[in-house]
């Protein structure tokens, strides 16, 4: 097992490491950027290292900074946690280079987890369905019209080194595809580097269903299950639960058998999400693999009971995998709300500022992961993520029911956050009988339009 | 998006939310707009970030930028004095 771990990142995720490494009895090194000398992460680690000015391009992406500091610290092992440096190939060479193990999958299953049309073709090979799109980049837009003709309106442009939601443009018909293809090209060249974008079929009224997998050095890889995160706003996820109201046992166990066969196919090591977009009639497609822990992943530890966290520690240690899905007793019903500071009422703006009013929500199957406290000014340079609250029952009623409850005893001012929504989510009869699709929040977020150009 | 204020033919655009002040498009580019450009009204000025969503600050009325006040990549409160105009 390691003998000390740097946590490269801050807010929640660096809480639930930290955490992790307290139960091991393993010492944490926190790093901090200079916006950051107030969080509570700091506090909570046995070391702290200031790694560069506030914003993040400076201080949590600096590669040069956390080796420094992980160098320093006389760490053997660096936990990236999500967004950041996660799914960085380079980074995750550099750790090896400086002979400190990095926390997650291997450089070349990182490289492609970001080479989605790769991945797809490799998962293809093993049979797996994957949602139909153009075999390679598109480079004209009389090209895009022909492969868009052949499979049909509607379809996306996605940027082939896009991710998290973002470089991706729906098309209704060929004269928006003409129009927004120059664009997206444009966007991604701006946003990800790489102005390589691809076409893709769209799914009609699909749910967004992923599993987790984790992977041993030995080769061997299981599933922990899937994760329903069909309830989204701009592809970017709101709510998740597992199971999933949508997943029959004997679709589970397709579809498991699906996620490690990609995982296999690809030699996945450590922790990772198989995505998958699920249709009406059941039919299931590939969609992409997420190197990384994922922010959801609590709902998956309630039903599980596995610590996914200390699960990456082990395997990045060189821990085997002696069990398998069925030899877990999974149980229950999880669900989480990630708390947002940002204003619904006002098309999702941020809502910096201090929290004069922290009083958060507790008592029987609440978890909250989150790095708030009462006083703290949350910083404008970081994400808009202030907690993930996540409910858990023996039945899904029973999970919305204490989600419900906890959303209400959660108070947080002046800040406006995303619980007003969550808690008319929990009340809407198609919700609670887990009838939805990824186009869901559109009954409850008014038309937006995707330029403000007034 | 922008506050702004005005007396005698002075125009001041002030930051609506606290964020970072950012004055051209990309690193590699130049800024939207310098002292003593003559801009119109929506004109962008520069961009606002706030917990990694973009604003555009615009110009509330045709005018020439007076005064920049404060430096690229500077983090700003809510309210603060960002651009002084000369209404024309």
């Avoid at chain 1, 771990?5 to 926190?30: D, F, K, Y």
């Avoid at chain 1, 442009?157 to 129009?179: F, N, P, W």
């Avoid at chain 1, 030995?218 to 998740?240: D, F, N, P, S």
């Avoid at chain 1, 108070?411 to 406006?416: D, E, S, T, V």
């Amino acid at each position: 097992m390691f003998s000390k771990i740097l946590v490269a990142n801050r807010g929640e995720i660096a809480h639930r490491i930290i955490r992790a490494c307290r139960e091991l009895g393993i010492p944490s090194v926190a790093v901090y950027s200079e916006a950051d000398r107030d969080s509570l992460h700091l506090t909570l680690a046995d070391e702290q290292v200031c790694i560069g000015p506030a914003v993040s391009a400076k201080s949590y992406l600096n590669m040069e900074s956390i080796i420094d500091a992980a160098r320093a610290a006389g760490v053997d092992a660096i936990h990236p946690g999500y967004g950041y440096l996660a799914e960085n190939g380079s980074f995750a060479r550099a750790c090896e280079e400086a002979g400190v193990a990095f926390i997650g999958p291997t450089p070349d299953n990182l490289h492609l987890a970001g080479d989605k049309l790769t991945a797809k073709k490799i998962v293809q090979e093993k049979g797996v369905p994957v949602i139909p799109s153009s075999p390679a980049g598109v480079n004209s837009v009389a090209e895009a019209e022909k492969i868009a003709g052949d499979m049909g309106y509607p379809v996306m442009i996605k940027a082939s080194g896009g991710g998290g939601g973002r470089g991706i443009r729906t098309c209704e018909d060929r004269e928006m595809l003409v129009e927004e293809f120059p664009v997206a090209r444009m966007e991604a060249r701006a946003g990800f580097g790489n102005d390589e974008v691809y076409i893709e079929k769209c799914i009609a009224h699909p749910r967004h269903i992923e599993f987790q997998i984790l992977g041993d050095r030995h080769g061997r890889v299981i599933h922990l299950g899937e994760r329903e995160c069909t309830i989204q706003r701009r592809y970017q996820k709101l709510i998740e639960e597992s199971p999933s109201p949508a997943v029959t046992p004997e679709l589970r166990e397709r579809m498991g058998q699906a996620a490690v066969a990609v995982a296999e196919a690809v030699r996945y090591f450590n922790a990772g999400t198989v995505e998958f977009l699920v249709d009406g009639d059941g039919n299931f497609y590939f969609m992409e693999i997420n190197a990384r822990i994922q922010v959801e992943h609590p709902v998956t530890e309630l039903t599980t009971g596995i610590d996914l966290v200390k699960e990456q520690i082990r395997l990045a240690s060189g821990g085997e995998l002696d069990y398998g899905f069925n030899d877990i007793q999974q149980r229950g019903w999880a669900m989480e709300c990630r708390i947002n500071a940002e204003d619904p009422e006002r098309n999702f703006m941020p809502s910096p500022g201090k929290l004069e009013l922290y009083r958060p929500p507790g008592g029987f199957g609440v978890r909250l992961d989150t790095h708030l406290y009462q006083g703290y000014e949350l910083p404008v340079f970081y994400d808009s993520l202030i907690a993930k609250l996540i409910s858990y029952d023996l039945t899904r009623e029973g999970a919305i029911r204490i989600m419900r409850r906890a959303l209400k005893e959660f108070g947080i001012a002046p800040i406006k956050t995303t619980i007003p929504l969550y808690l008319r989510i929990m009340d809407d009869p198609s919700f609670q009988r887990g009838d939805f699709d990824t186009g869901f929040i559109k009954r409850f977020v008014p038309d937006e339009e995707d330029d403000e150009d007034d | 998006m922008s506050g702004s204020e005005e007396s005698a033919g002075r125009i001041e655009v002030r930051a609506p939310m606290s964020g970072v002040f950012y004055r051209s498009p990309a690193p590699d580019q130049p800024p939207y707009a310098e002292v003593g450009d003559v801009v119109k009204k929506k004109q962008v000025l520069g961009l606002l970030e706030t917990m990694k969503v973009f604003q555009k600050i615009k110009s509330p009325s045709n005018g020439t930028i007076m005064e920049i006040v404060p430096e690229n990549e500077t983090a700003l409160k809510d309210n603060d004095l960002v651009f002084v105009l000369e209404k024309g």
